[in-house]
């Protein structure tokens, strides 16, 4: 229960924002901010140590006192927290929050425990310009950007399959540059999305060379995340390698039924990249499906230059059948096993699909069931614009086993759910309640500790946040306190409009977020800035 505040608290601070953990019993603390304390917690602090029992103490924005039995002082707020777990708040290394404008409560990330998110821009245009957008923005999570390479190709090159030249290449990299010195965290690239598609290697280490210039890292969505995905890993090695940078893949997955069991190879590989001197890591949502455009199931060439020209080709009978002969390798290698394994997000022009797949499609039109049908209906429902789909095609075994590795963190790959009518994945509402749930409390792949470094300190270590991942004196007061025995993804991937359960309170920036279950009006959150830092990362 939350004793509310008597009176505001505006004497002189003496107990200090630094120093080591320790028991102030005796001490009377006073305080020149607004004050809360937080007694009972099992304590998980983020850096993967064993739990423990305490009091946490907040003053203002940062974390004032850890201790034992703290007392309050008068007209402090508190928060009794025995039974409940308190951990820094979740960060989530990849999500789509481009219009957090429009919806600055993101119910959906703070209901998981998420206070801070990394704004990655695969396939998303970049608030332009950055600085600008995020002078005054109002949003209760705290955001990361980074200068999104597809963004930055499509604004000089458009949808050109081709080589940029060099005063194009020029472009790119004051672009780049701008975004850096705005305060992104690093260059971002969808590999698998249309125009990045066209890009070579070598044109992405240019310009991750300029993010290195600033202590930067690459993310990355990679270019193939099915047959080809140890060549994938290989390819963004060598841009590590050669640009001096860390790299960072997202959502590291193995699809297509025909790749199961690679994840085993891929983690060797991983290994071998690091110990030749890349510093290479990863993340992962826990979802045997993903969610994305419909383009991967065409062949890239055919998509250049947009809808119009995609039209044209489709059109001509020969380069129709190139891309329908293309396109029979291609399904195998992002499908699972049947038709089914495709399930609609939304169907442009054609209503009534969104959450139905494309067996149901097939039936409903008595088309045959043989990939020479199937790859003719993909045409004609790509031919309006393209679509969104869930693609059931990847295995729990490959999940666990990435989950386990010991340089993989936790993303929610999710959107910002403002739209009731659109059918998204469950990892936009469930993400991290998920691995708490499943891969902890019911299958204990992961101990509370280990998930919650994953959560937390690991990938703050990974962006650079150095007041924010732990639970510490002097740090951010971002904190999640959560029933670890109750906590509970809900989204469905037929009804996925479910909020997650069991975060009883957050605090972002040590406002209340949500208190007693409740989401609050507060928008505490910050757009975090990257600032270089000569051997490591930092943020203002």
Partial sequence: MIKLPVIALYLILIVGLSGCQKDHQDAQPQFLATSLLIQNASIVDGTGAASFQGDIRVVGERIADIGNALKLAEGEQLIDASGLVIAPGFIDMHAHVSNIHESPQAENFIRQGITTIANSLHSHDLPWPLDEYTANLKMAPNIAYFAGFNWTRKTVLGLDNRSPTDAEMQEMKNLVRE??????????????????????????????????QWGGIYVTHMRDEGPNLLK?????AEIGK?????????????????????SADALALIDTVRASGVDMTLDIYPYAAFMTYSDLLFPAWSLAGGQQEFEARINDPVQRQMIAEQMKIIFPQQA?????????????HLEGYAGRTLGDYLRDNAISETMDAVVESLIDLQSPGRFTA??????????????????????????LAINQEKHYHPRTYGSFPRVLSTYVRARGVLSLEQAIYKMTGQSAQR???????????????????FDDKTITDNATFLEPHQYSTGVKHLLINGQLAIQDGQVTTALPGQALKHRHIKGHFGVN
């Fill in 242 to 262: 050669q640009a001096k940078l860390p790299v960072h893949i997202n959502h590291i997955k193995t699809t297509g039924v025909s790749n199961h069991g690679k």
């Fill in 463 to 481: 962006l650079g946040l150095h007041e924010r991942g732990v639970v510490k004196i002097g740090n951010y007061a971002d904190l999640v306190i």
């Fill in 232 to 236: 994938s890993i290989g390819d963004n």
């Fill in 179 to 212: 975004a850096m010195e705005q305060g992104a965290f690093g260059l971002s690239s969808g590999m698998e999305y249309v125009p990045a598609v066209y890009a070579s290697t070598a044109e992405i280490v240019e310009l991750a060379k300029v993010a290195a």
């Fill in 336 to 348: 699972g096993a049947s038709f089914d394994s495709i399930q609609f997000g939304k169907l442009p």
């Fill in 390 to 415: 869930i693609y059931h095609s990847m295995d729990e075994a490959d999940i666990e086993r990435f989950l386990l590795y010991p340089h993989t963190m936790i993303n929610s790959d999710g959107d």
